[in-house]
């Protein structure tokens, strides 16, 4: 595996731009507002051949201001210096020495991690500035000048950070699969990371907005490889005020982008409402395989036809994701949390599975002889052929005489033979229709 490296200091002296300009890609979430990153958050920085994973934390604080949010979010830094194989020091040239760069310099010296200190908003280029000798007092050697707007000194300070690493870890080739857990704020989408994980990966508050970023989880486990993003909690669109909350929201979205599988997250107590239908439509949208996950099912007053309830009215709220398969589980005690090891394996096969013409055709041969083709003002729909094009979703394309006859309840008909047969479970499947060409086609129907 990868030498893990961790980004600390106090906040708003560039750890999250830096971050970004490190990786090459905007994953933190940068603003000017002070605790702007809360939770910990991987990326993947490469240099000379050779890769690292890198640890976004948030700002530590200490003193009178502190309180039961920063706490946790020094806990968290704690964590990922805990994990670290080396320590990049972020301060602020802008600013100077300050109180609370000293406080964190002698934790990091307690930690007997390498540590790298990096002077950061170094922006002019040329000789620096008195406040940048002022850094040799913290004594962790000699700093190094950066400007992560920039860029400036990165390369130096990449150096520095590989000197500092143990030996090369040769990384898993196997591919983990993304599961991307997406939901209204406060359904329990980081203690969900945090029972599986086995400890407090992200941050828990009855606070709606506590998780901002996407943060990553690597668990592996005899079922296989899996990269668990937490994401914001989305709210509806009115109740969105906040700029950082707004930068959230797309995270979220990018993070269903770049997912093998999508749990959705309903709260038990209030049950399915029209806030998680949106939030469901965009893994729809994005031809992802999907799990409706209930979660906090333990708090519920149970009979034997409660689950039965429950399911009818998702299966009502979610009529365009009928193939979703529904888990109730309790991420605080972890009641039916390890099935959904098998049901993201099953809903990522589903996903990508491929079917071959002949059987295809077979299929769609023997559902028109039960139920014809429809007929419109004399014209009847003629389905030439019909083959499979994509997967991820599943896409297949569909060869007629007109495309205006092959209406929407023929080709749900033509679906539900389809999943009948092969399952599909957990996947959305696409359906391209084209009008014949000059070509002719061996096979009519």
């Given at each position: 595996m990868k030498s893990v490296v961790a980004l600390v200091g106090r906040p708003n002296v560039g750890k999250s731009t830096l971050f970004n300009k490190l990786i090459g890609r905007r994953i933190s979430i940068v603003d000017d507002t002070p605790g702007v990153t809360r939770d910990r958050v991987y990326g993947e920085c490469e240099w000379l051949n050779r890769k690292i994973s890198i640890i976004d934390t948030g700002g530590i604080e200490y003193g009178k201001n502190s309180d039961a949010m920063t706490d946790k979010i020094r806990k968290q830094a704690e964590i990922a210096i805990d994990l670290a194989d080396a320590v990049i020091f972020v301060v602020d040239l802008k600013s100077g020495l300050v109180a609370s760069d000293t406080e964190i310099a002698h934790m990091l010296k307690k930690s007997g991690k390498p540590v790298i200190l990096c002077v950061n908003k170094a922006d002019n280029i040329g000789n620096a500035d008195f406040n940048f000798y002022e850094f040799y007092n913290l004594g962790l050697g000699d700093p190094i000048k950066v400007s992560s707007v920039h860029g400036h000194g990165t390369g130096d300070l990449l150096d520095a950070v590989f000197k500092n690493l143990p030996e090369y870890k040769f990384e898993d080739e196997e591919d983990a699969t993304s599961v991307a857990i997406i939901g209204k704020p406060n359904v329990g989408k980081s203690s969900l990371i945090n029972y599986i994980s086995g400890f407090e990966r992200s941050i828990v508050s009855n606070v709606a907005g506590t998780t901002r970023d996407t943060v990553d989880t690597k668990i592996s486990n005899s079922f296989g490889s899996y990269n668990f993003i937490d994401t914001a909690g989305?709210?509806?669109?009115?109740?969105?005020?906040?700029?950082?909350?707004?930068?959230?929201?797309?995270?979220?979205?990018?993070?269903?982008?770049?997912?093998?599988?999508?749990?959705?997250?309903?709260?038990?107590?209030?049950?399915?409402?029209?806030?998680?239908?949106?939030?469901?439509?965009?893994?729809?949208?994005?031809?992802?395989?999907?799990?409706?996950?209930?979660?906090?099912?333990?708090?519920?007053?149970?009979?034997?036809?409660?689950?039965?309830?429950?399911?009818?009215?998702?299966?009502?709220?979610?009529?365009?994701?009928?193939?979703?398969?529904?888990?109730?589980?309790?991420?605080?005690?972890?009641?039916?949390?390890?099935?959904?090891?098998?049901?993201?394996?099953?809903?990522?096969?589903?996903?990508?599975?491929?079917?071959?013409?002949?059987?295809?055709?077979?299929?769609?041969?023997?559902?028109?002889?039960?139920?014809?083709?429809?007929?419109?003002?004399?014209?009847?729909?003629?389905?030439?052929?019909?083959?499979?094009?994509?997967?991820?979703?599943?896409?297949?394309?569909?060869?007629?005489?007109?495309?205006?006859?092959?209406?929407?309840?023929?080709?749900?008909?033509?679906?539900?033979?389809?999943?009948?047969?092969?399952?599909?479970?957990?996947?959305?499947?696409?359906?391209?229709?084209?009008?014949?060409?000059?070509?002719?086609?061996?096979?009519?129907?």
């Open positions: 989305i709210r509806r669109r009115s109740k969105i005020t906040e700029n950082i909350e707004k930068y959230s929201v797309i995270r979220a979205k990018l993070a269903v982008e770049r997912a093998d599988v999508c749990i959705i997250m309903i709260d038990a107590q209030e049950g399915a409402t029209e806030q998680d239908t949106k939030i469901a439509s965009l893994a729809h949208e994005a031809g992802k395989a999907s799990i409706i996950v209930v979660n906090k099912w333990d708090t519920i007053d149970k009979d034997t036809h409660t689950m039965e309830k429950f399911k009818k009215n998702i299966r009502g709220m979610f009529l365009f994701m009928s193939y979703a398969p529904i888990l109730f589980i309790s991420a605080k005690t972890g009641k039916r949390v390890n099935e959904l090891y098998e049901c993201i394996n099953k809903v990522k096969n589903s996903n990508s599975m491929r079917i071959s013409t002949g059987i295809l055709n077979d299929i769609l041969a023997e559902a028109i002889t039960r139920t014809p083709t429809p007929t419109h003002k004399g014209k009847k729909l003629k389905i030439y052929y019909m083959t499979q094009v994509g997967i991820c979703p599943p896409t297949f394309v569909f060869f007629v005489n007109k495309k205006d006859l092959f209406h929407f309840s023929y080709q749900h008909y033509i679906e539900n033979n389809i999943r009948k047969i092969f399952g599909f479970s957990g996947t959305p499947i696409r359906f391209i229709i084209r009008e014949k060409t000059k070509k002719n086609f061996e096979t009519k129907f």
